[in-house]
């Protein structure tokens, strides 16, 4: 049930309706002043605010338009024993849910408080919901302290907040969706659709009929008119993935949204207007594109308004561990397979690897790993066969040893075994005293799960 504040400075009357409202099984809390439900508001969680206009130290019409601003999902009823057209105009204009004069309360106050306590409760879970998403999809998702995605983190927290279209320059796999996820979700859009289209995932024709929509009729197979990604994202964003893999004809009718506002779905004469941010992204450079002809100059002038460069992987390699460590726990959690850490030489093994796929490319090769991981660490030897994990720079000393080689044969079996030591001893062809000796040389016991015989 809702929490409801009632200010008003006549101390019958108030503690009348506080009575009256409980009874309906709400919780109230009163106060006299203006300062004194702001007090409040600041330290118990309401849902509905009851409050006269004339208060000993302010105007309930006033507080109206200062409780919306502050607390946006909390509904205001406003009360006055002189009930004028203007006050009320002004007191709806101001957020008030509605206003009642005194005398007629009595009856209209509690199917009032019931339909204003649902638009409140309703209004917060909205609220829950859209924190919920920020903390997914915001900019705080976004793993990261070098110097490099910093600045970029940077420039895409001061353009979210407005309409301004965006253009992504990155090389493949360096996270460019996310980013668009992250503005979205920071900018006053982000209760409105966020639509993605890969524009190098549709042959030319489809591609005009998917980001346009199309009338009953346009072509073969069209038995419907269909909406497009541009109406799908009305009033929100949509980003358009791999732009330089669009048609060059498309491109014209593309600008012409992104300067009119206004498009035609195929086989359609009558002009359709929509509303969205556009935010494009590409892994070639566009410069260079529009100059061979492949992608227009005029429509790389209108993307670019504000470019953001994110900078591949291979360049921020200090931020390796932390997206390893993420993607751990992520697959650790999806296979049920627990990893407890990941040796010196895998971390190594990360950090000097070209990441020509970047981040992609390492969720993968993590992902792969954790299914691998019989022993709770991620070593070196489970890395991809073709990776260039023994890269010699940096490489701890003796990862080219016969014994490195032992070690690491030695951990497989154990592991194939499932710890039994008996059975390992077998497969190796040695005796079991030699492998425990080995264990024991080679510092596997705390590796290997259980000892078995």
């Known amino acids: 049930m809702s929490r409801v504040l009632i200010i008003d400075d006549e101390e019958n009357l108030r503690k009348l309706i506080a009575r009256v409202i409980s009874l309906e099984g709400y919780t109230v809390q009163q106060a006299a002043t203006m300062k004194e439900g702001l007090q409040v508001m ?5 849902n509905v605010v009851v409050s006269d206009v004339k208060l000993p130290d302010g ?55 019931s339909k204003a306590s649902e638009k409140a409760l309703l209004q917060q879970k909205v609220q829950h919901l859209e924190a919920r998403l920020q903390d997914r999809f915001g900019f705080g998702h976004i793993l990261g302290q070098s110097k490099r995605i910093q600045e970029s983190i940077a420039l895409a927290r001061k353009v979210a907040p407005t309409d301004t ?10 996270g460019k969706e996310i980013f668009s996820q992250a503005i979205h979700y920071e900018s006053d859009r982000k209760a409105k659709p966020f639509v993605a289209v890969n524009c190098s995932a549709f042959p030319k024709d489809l591609l005009e009929s998917e980001l ?71 892994n070639r450079n566009p410069e260079k594109e529009s100059e061979a002809g492949n992608f227009r100059k005029d429509l790389f002038y209108r993307l670019s308004v504000f470019s953001i460069p994110l900078p591949p992987l291979r360049e921020r390699r200090e931020d ?34 070209p990441w020509k796929g970047n981040i992609r490319e390492l969720k993968n090769v993590v992902e792969r790993c954790v299914i691998l991981n019989d022993l709770n660490v991620l070593e070196a030897d489970m890395l991809p066969y073709d990776f260039n994990a023994y890269d010699s720079t940096g490489l701890e000393e003796g990862v080219w040893t016969l014994a490195a080689a032992e070690k690491k044969h030695i951990r497989q079996v154990l592991a194939f075994a499932r710890g039994n030591k008996t059975q390992a001893a077998k497969l190796l062809g040695i005796g079991l005293t030699t492998l425990y000796q080995k264990i024991k040389d080679y510092a596997l016991q705390a590796d290997a799960p259980e000892a078995r015989q």
Not at 96 to 112: M, N, R, S, V
Not at 165 to 174: C, F
Not at 256 to 262: C, H, I, Y
């Open 59 to 113: 105007n309930g019409i006033e507080l109206t338009a200062m409780l919306k601003k502050q607390y946006p999902a909390v509904e205001v009823i406003v009360l006055t024993a002189y009930g004028t057209i203007q006050d009320g105009v002004t007191a709806i204009k101001n957020g008030a849910f509605d206003y009642l004069t005194k005398g007629d309360h009595q009856e209209k106050i509690i199917p009032l408080l």
């Open 212 to 282: 346009f929509g199309h009338a009953e009729g346009a072509f073969t197979g069209a038995t419907k008119a269909k909406k497009g990604y541009l109406e799908e994202a009305q009033e929100g964003t949509l980003f358009l993935d791999e732009i330089g893999e669009m048609p060059i004809d498309l491109q014209a009718k593309l600008l012409r949204v992104l300067e009119t506002g206004e498009f035609y779905r195929v086989g359609e004469s009558k002009a359709r207007r929509v509303n969205v941010r556009f935010i494009a992204a590409t």
């Open 42 to 46: 600041e330290r118990e969680p309401i």
């Open 165 to 174: 279209t965006i253009l992504l320059l990155g090389e493949t796999g360096t």
């Open 320 to 353: 390796i561990q932390a997206l390893a460590e993420y993607f751990v726990r992520q697959f650790s959690q999806k296979t049920k397979k627990p990893v407890a850490a990941m040796s010196p030489a895998f971390l190594q093994a990360l950090r000097v690897h």
